[in-house]
């Protein structure tokens, strides 16, 4: 059974606030009706504890990288906030498919979005380091990106100013991922009037995106 991951980040964890979410459960719905069988699992950020990188976790992953230190030498908060770390992890790597559900927020994304990408950042899990640079050891996997604007970023004199769909592309091919496409509903703030059409559009591209995604049969 194929197992898809379903992100969230968004303090708005009602569907009926969050056009995100709105446009996410199109995809969920015609994704499932492709792949009957799939799981879902769904992670709300806001309501996860995420390990952040403090002073703890900063000097357990230097100890253990190269600075000659065994797990049983670090102190008990170190190994506690590290084990937390490869635990949330794990259960990242332990899907097929995946979908991020966002709004850009002062030109990225939230904070707790970032905060969560920290903690699949770890060396000979996620990447390894080669003669030739980093290597992605997440292969094969396929994933969504959701993300709703205020504004208008695809055209014009903001494109290189936007950061969330570009940071989260850049991390996914470092990780390396098969691909991230991305679906956009952008401009809601700056033409009101035309929400209702911008986010048929961006719901109709939603579903079309999840039958394709479908048809891939991830081997990991």
Avoid: C
Avoid at 10 to 28: C, H, R
Avoid at 111 to 135: H, M, Q, Y
């Amino acid at each position: 059974m194929s197992k898809l991951l379903y992100i969230t980040a968004n303090p708005k964890n009602d569907m009926k606030l969050s056009k995100g979410m709105q446009i996410g459960e199109v995809f969920l719905e015609e994704f499932k009706a492709a792949q009957p069988e799939v799981e879902i699992e769904r992670w709300h950020l806001y309501d996860m504890d995420i390990p952040e990188i403090d002073m703890d976790l900063l000097y357990a992953r230097a100890k253990l990288s190269f600075m000659g230190y065994t797990k049983e030498q670090l102190s008990e908060a170190e190994r506690t906030k590290l084990d937390k770390m490869h635990a949330l992890a794990d259960r990242f790597i332990a899907a097929d498919y995946y979908v991020f559900v966002t709004p850009i927020w002062n030109l990225g994304a939230p904070s707790i979005l970032k905060k969560f990408i920290d903690n699949l950042f770890i060396v000979e899990k996620t990447f390894t380091n080669t003669d030739a640079g980093p290597k992605g050891l997440l292969t094969g996997r396929k994933a969504l990106h959701i993300q709703t604007r205020g504004g208008i970023y695809s055209t014009g004199p903001m494109v290189e100013f936007e950061m969330g769909d570009r940071y989260l592309r850049k991390v996914f091919e470092f990780l390396g991922f098969d691909s991230l496409e991305t679906v956009v509903a952008e401009g809601m703030d700056h033409f009101p009037k035309l929400v209702p059409e911008i986010m048929a559009k961006a719901k109709e591209q939603a579903a079309e995106a999840a039958r394709e995604m479908a048809k891939v049969s991830v081997t990991l």
